[in-house]
């Protein structure tokens, strides 16, 4: 892969990241604003998301942080090229990953559809089984991060299910001329493989055509290599705690 096929991929991932981001803030009425180098919310993001993403690898941290609440706990920043230095603004490293790239294509025979032994996955289609898919990603009660407004034609959560419960799931969403995968969650390796190829095949069945991206680190990188993603460059999540 050539470097400027590489770079249009990082810019596409960044801005499918901050497309989510985006819908999960606004769908907890959280005002939010798109500027040429990062997207920000003007008040507190929901738990787990940023208050801001870099959506150019020129981005300053003046113009990534103009638009966000440092004054109260808990902002977090995604520097989607790792290459801000938020130090001195206040911020700590939270932790490093790898945007991962899969060209268009179906996902391995057989994954997803219960035939291999794993789970048999499906789409969530309203709210009562968003609460379910909710309960089982974070292994406890649904805490309503994820509000049914968000399932619609660009955003996806899918569901795997055994014994009649979901026990793995991921969500897809459309943005940036490309298809995120995100919040992928299965009980054991298998399932992660399980689960990463039934987002493969779901992307390629909705969107055919459209390359697929997200990010991931540690064992959770390892599992989308093994489903044929490629690393394609280095993001940071910076936390502020001063």
Do not use: Q
Not at 3 to 12: I, K, N, P, T
Not at 167 to 187: D, Q
Not at 188 to 216: M, R, T
């Amino acid at each position: 892969m050539i470097a400027e096929d590489v770079s249009a991929l990082l810019l596409a991932a960044a801005r499918n990241n901050a497309d989510w981001c985006d819908a999960v803030s606004r769908a907890h009425g959280v005002p939010t604003v798109f500027a040429p180098a990062a997207w920000s919310g003007a008040a507190r993001t929901p738990a787990l998301y940023p208050d801001a993403v870099s959506l150019t690898p020129g981005a300053t941290a003046a113009e990534v942080l103009g638009g966000v609440d440092t004054a109260s706990p808990g902002c977090s920043v995604k520097d989607s090229f790792a290459a801000l230095d938020l130090g001195p603004a206040g911020f700590e490293v939270l932790f490093e990953a790898r945007w991962i790239h899969r060209p268009a294509g179906p996902a391995a025979a057989g994954g997803g559809d219960g035939g291999d032994g794993g789970p048999v996955w499906s789409r969530v289609r309203d709210a009562g089984e968003l609460a379910d898919w909710e309960a089982a990603w974070d292994e406890g009660e649904p805490s309503g991060l994820f509000r049914p407004e968000l399932i619609s034609p660009e955003v996806v959560f899918l569901a795997g299910r055994a014994g009649g419960r979901i026990v793995a799931g991921a969500v897809l969403s459309l943005g940036g001329g490309v298809v995120g995968v995100s919040n992928l969650f299965a009980p054991d390796p298998a399932g992660s493989d399980s689960a990463w190829a039934a987002a493969v095949g779901a992307a390629h069945e909705l969107w055919p055509g459209l390359h697929v991206v997200g990010y991931e680190h540690g064992e959770d990188l390892d599992a989308a290599v093994r489903a044929g993603f490629a690393p394609i460059g280095p993001l940071r999540v910076w936390l502020h705690t001063t």
